[in-house]
Antibody, heavy 118, light 110 residues
Framework: EVQLVESGGGLILPGGSPRLSCVAS????????VGWVRQAPGKGLEYVSV???????YYADSVKGRFTISRDTRTNTVYLQMDGLRVEDTALYYC????????????WGRGTLVAVSS | QAGLTQPPSVSKGLRETATLTCTGN????????AAWLQQHQGHPPKLISY???SRPSGIPERFSASSSRDTASLTIIGLQPEDEADYYC???????????FGGGTKLTVL
């Protein structure tokens, strides 16, 4: 059974640099597309970043240069290093797995909340 | 990155049929198709239709997806109270090399 469990969120000061973690089970991150999608309070879904099994990374324009996605294949964990946080980055961050085509987000974690405020 | 266009809300009666739409362009919906996600209040999204119109295991046959040119549609037959949720479409966009989402449609079952 595929499971994704996020952690690392919290109340962060503007400019802060938290790292989100997503522990995956039921599949191997080194052979799958895994990514992050966020949802601001009361708003819709927004793609953030995806890491392909082959190592290629993708970023939304809104986070490019500030966020870095990576993985640890030993622990089957995907990370999102968030630098230079802004108030507008406040959201529930979901870890998500894509299907084998890399197009459809087929499994989702429960999310970890990142609140950026002074 | 520009997103896909969905109507903000749709209201239908119990046991009626609802059709939700998602409009993009030739770089996303028109060329690659769209997947559909259901999100109940306070819960993570759940995939209910792949872009190839197939349903994940456990999704009722009442849910069916289709598309025509740059518009994808999700039809829900025989609406049930538990179908009341937010519905999002998603697609890969070749033009911006990114995944894009619709703004979501809030489905109310009266």
């Amino acid at each position: 059974e595929v499971q994704l469990v996020e952690s690392g969120g919290g109340l962060i000061l503007p400019g802060g640099s938290p790292r989100l973690s997503c522990v995956a089970s039921g599949f191997t991150v080194s052979t799958s597309y895994v990514g992050w999608v966020r949802q601001a309070p009361g708003k819709g879904l927004e793609y953030v970043s995806v890491l392909h099994g082959g190592g290629q990374t993708y970023y939304a324009d809104s986070v490019k240069g500030r966020f870095t996605i990576s993985r640890d294949t030993r622990t089957n964990t995907v990370y999102l290093q968030m630098d230079g946080l802004r108030v507008e980055d406040t959201a529930l961050y979901y870890c998500t797995k894509l299907d084998t085509s890399g197009h459809d987000f087929d499994y989702w974690g429960r999310g970890t909340l990142v609140a950026v405020s002074s | 990155q520009a997103g896909l266009t969905q109507p903000p809300s749709v209201s239908k009666g119990l046991r009626e049929t609802a059709t939700l739409t998602c409009t993009g362009n030739k770089n996303n919906v028109g060329g690659r198709g769209a997947a559909w996600l259901q999100q109940h209040q306070g819960h993570p999204p759940k995939l209910i239709s792949y872009r190839n119109y197939s349903r994940p295991s456990g999704i009722p046959e009442r849910f069916s997806a289709s598309s025509s040119r740059d518009t994808a549609s999700l039809t829900i037959i025989g609406l049930q109270p538990e179908d009341e949720a937010d519905y999002y479409c998603s697609a890969w966009d070749d033009g911006v090399s990114a995944w894009v989402f619709g703004g979501g449609t809030k489905l109310t079952v009266l």
